[in-house]
């Protein structure tokens, strides 16, 4: 393993903050329930980390706290519980974490009973070093353990250190409810899957998240039943790799193996129209899709169904097919700009993002180039982009050489920051001078006299209050815009 860590703050070609990814807006916010019953007494600080996946699991872990009788707090310094769920993807995001557990230090000095507890990503991979080496906590739980959380804490009142990092083939969480927290009332998040089978050579997390595993439809569409009865007009199903959901009554992917199983089974497309046909009034959205697994099934699925938007966000990683063979991607540039064309021609107008990562084991500067000819050919409407981060078991940490020197790294990474913002006021501009169906998600940013939502193609638009609220869709012309947003009144 090099040492030669750098630092990878995500670039967001977004500018708005109800970034549905990795929202930057959000790392490190503390869950509060409202109206939560007076219970033990006991107050629980529960921070989350990293990808939408892990806020979605913070909302199970809250669910099954609540439900042993503890109250949340925002406020660290008066809490008997503390955890932090955690992300591995990127070596920054691991450094900001070990920061803050030296800040919860200080809670233990003066309240020596109070546990601090490390969930998620990093569990697995820091256990030992966490709990013996430096001191910092006193429960560890894998993203598979957490229905073992009460247990834990009670092994750690008594003094004891408590984890389980145990990878499980069936864990989903299917049959508990999550508690909807810092939520907006408007848009939920649901889990469909977990873990992931494919192993990109620069992701660490099959190794942190486990095998892949789908979740029983029965339980996704009374989630999503749920949220709509109580408010919600828009789901988004998450996954490692939505479009690879398979459910063929439990257990592994991999395990699904005869015809007669597959031909029984519910696949993603399947799922999004059941999904859909809840309520027309119930938008549905999901995250992420995986180039090797779109299939036009579910293109068109997107496209016969008025109430799921037409955005697909689709990570690239690089524009040049040696280094997506490098990467394990499971496809070429070709493939994917087939992908793209079969968006295009089944949903004109489809929104599109993706992931880029750049400055990859071994990558040339033709190489870069590659992946700045394949934005100018898709240009999308926004995208998420990093530096590459050499991350400890994967198989790019054992058999390629993180040889790209930082500098040049950088700069690739400033070009293709600078081409997708062009590419971002482009496809902005395009949505001027049309009507545009709006879910309102609540006040825009700069004013409590303007609302936001977002149309289909998950454009953020803001228009004046007038008498709409949140929760309510709405007809907005749209007559100019900012960079990323675009402005107009309701019609
Ligand atoms: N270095 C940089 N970026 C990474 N990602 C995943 N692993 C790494 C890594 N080791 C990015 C990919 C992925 C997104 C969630 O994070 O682009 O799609
Ligand atoms: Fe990581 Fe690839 Fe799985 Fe995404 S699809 S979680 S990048 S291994």
């Given at each position: 393993m090099s040492l030669n860590y750098v630092n990878l703050r995500p670039y967001l070609l977004q500018t708005n903050v109800e970034n549905k990814i990795i929202d930057e807006s959000k790392q490190g916010e503390a869950l509060l329930v409202k109206n939560a019953s007076p219970g033990s007494g006991k107050k629980l600080f529960l921070e989350s980390y990293g990808c939408q996946m892990n806020f979605s699991d913070s909302e199970i872990v809250a669910s099954i706290l609540i439900d042993k009788g503890y109250t949340t707090t925002q406020n660290f310094e008066e809490a008997d519980l503390i955890l932090v769920n955690t992300c591995a993807i990127r070596e920054n995001a691991e450094l900001r974490v070990r920061n803050r557990l030296n800040d919860f230090k200080r809670v233990k000095l003066r309240n020596p009973k109070a546990l601090v507890g490390v969930l998620g990503c990093m569990a697995e991979r820091l256990k030992s070093q966490l709990l013996?080496?430096?001191?910092?906590?006193d429960i560890v739980v894998g993203p598979d353990s957490y229905r073992d959380l009460p247990n834990l804490i009670e092994e750690a009142e008594d003094g004891r250190k408590a984890i389980n990092v145990i990878l499980s083939k069936e864990e989903t969480y299917a049959d508990l409810t999550p508690v909807r927290l810092g939520s907006n009332g408007v848009t939920a998040f649901i889990s469909i899957t977990r873990g992931c089978?494919?192993?990109?050579?620069?992701?660490?997390v099959p190794f942190t998240r486990g095998r892949e595993r789908s979740r029983d439809p029965k339980s996704i569409i009374k989630e999503a039943k749920d949220a709509f009865d109580t408010g919600f007009r828009e789901v988004t199903l998450l996954g490692q790799n939505v479009d690879s959901y398979i459910w063929?009554?439990?257990?592994?992917?991999?395990?699904?193996?005869?015809p007669e199983q597959k031909a029984e089974s519910v696949n993603f497309p399947k799922l999004l129209e059941m999904v859909a046909q809840i309520n027309p009034d119930l938008r549905i959205r999901f995250s992420t899709s995986h180039p090797k697994d779109l299939t036009d099934e579910v293109i068109h699925t997107i496209a016969a169904h008025e109430n799921i938007c037409n955005y697909i966000h689709l990570p690239?990683?690089?524009?040049?097919s040696r280094i997506l063979e490098m990467m394990n991607r499971g496809y070429s540039r070709e493939w994917y700009l087939e992908r793209i064309a079969s968006i295009k021609r089944i949903i004109p107008g489809c929104g599109i993002s993706m992931d880029i990562i750049t400055g990859f084991c071994s990558e040339t500067e033709e190489e870069h180039k590659d992946t700045l000819s394949l934005m100018e050919a898709v240009q999308y409407d926004f995208g998420y982009m990093f530096m590459y981060s050499e991350r400890p078991k994967t198989l790019a940490e054992r058999k390629y050489k993180d040889d790209v020197p930082e500098n040049i790294k950088k700069r690739r990474l400033q070009e293709i920051v600078d081409l997708q913002r062009i590419h971002s006021g482009i496809r902005t501009k395009e949505g001027v001078g049309k009507t545009h169906r709006v879910l309102i998600e609540g006040f825009s940013k700069k004013s409590q006299d303007m609302l936001m939502g977002r149309n289909s193609e998950n454009s953020v638009v803001v228009f004046p209050k007038g008498n709409h609220k949140k929760g309510e869709y709405v007809n907005v012309f749209t007559d100019r815009c900012t960079s990323s947003t675009l402005i107009g009144e309701a019609v």
């Open positions: 013996e080496e430096e001191k910092l906590v089978d494919n192993m990109c050579s620069f992701c660490v063929s009554g439990g257990g592994l992917k991999k395990d699904i193996l005869t690239v990683q690089s524009g040049n």
